[in-house]
T-cell receptor, first 114, second 112 residues
């Protein structure tokens, strides 16, 4: 069992839908991350939150909107996605933001855009 | 790009054998981490080695780092079928953002 919980595990949506991915951790970590992973590729960083504030946005299209309501919860709001956005979306957390911080990953949400 | 390159891309061995995976990167780093990803699951942190360290052990894992060659290796000894997974190295760039950049990964298959 992972200590970072992501819901839902699978999501199928149309290009006009609005949906949200949820990530929760109760390890007291103050840095949280969203990654996108395509099949047979490494994870690519999308966003970093530190102390509930957005600290890194890797030039992600605005159809992806992150939110960090509190230190345990991270959301990714999705709107008007494209078929190429189909991927595994991984959430991770670490004790702090900074160098040398091992990251704890959830099992991801597998997203399919019709 | 800082992205690491693992080799081999795929490795198939028999249970009990040792598995060695290599990672090369392009820029100076502060730390290098290795992660494992089982099929359909998230990544699991295995080991972190700092730029001033040359070797680190954790159970059946041995990691080496050669900063002069900008390369690292992960050795798994006495492999088990449960070690079947993809293995990624991840680096953070010295003087840059602390974000992790993952290599392309090695897919390891351990046959029973």
């Amino acid at each position: 069992d992972t200590e970072v919980t992501q819901t839902p595990k699978h999501l199928v949506m149309g290009m006009t839908n609005k949906k949200s991915l949820k990530c929760e951790q109760h390890m007291g970590h103050r840095a949280m991350y969203w990654y996108k992973q395509k099949a047979k590729k490494p994870p690519e960083l999308m966003f970093v939150y530190s102390y509930e504030k957005l600290s890194i946005n890797e030039s992600v299209p605005s159809r992806f909107s992150p939110e960090c309501p509190n230190s345990s919860l991270l959301n990714l709001h999705l709107h008007a996605l494209q078929p190429e956005d189909s991927a595994l979306y991984l959430c991770a957390s670490s004790p702090l933001r900074g160098f040398g911080q091992p990251q704890h990953f959830g099992d991801g949400t597998r997203l399919s855009i019709l | 790009s800082q992205q690491g390159e693992e080799d081999p891309q795929a490795l198939s061995i028999q249970e009990g054998e040792n598995a060695t995976m290599n990672c090369s990167y392009k820029t100076s780093i502060n730390n290098l981490q290795w992660y494992r990803q089982n099929s359909g699951r998230g990544l699991v942190h295995l080991i972190l080695i700092r730029s001033n360290e040359r070797e680190k052990h954790s159970g059946r894992l041995r990691v080496t780092l050669d900063t002069s060659k900008k390369s690292s290796s992960l050795l798994i000894t006495a492999s088990r079928a449960a070690d079947t997974a993809s293995y990624f190295c991840a680096t953070d760039a010295q003087g840059g953002s602390e974000k992790l950049v993952f290599g392309k990964g090695t897919k390891l298959t351990v046959n029973p």
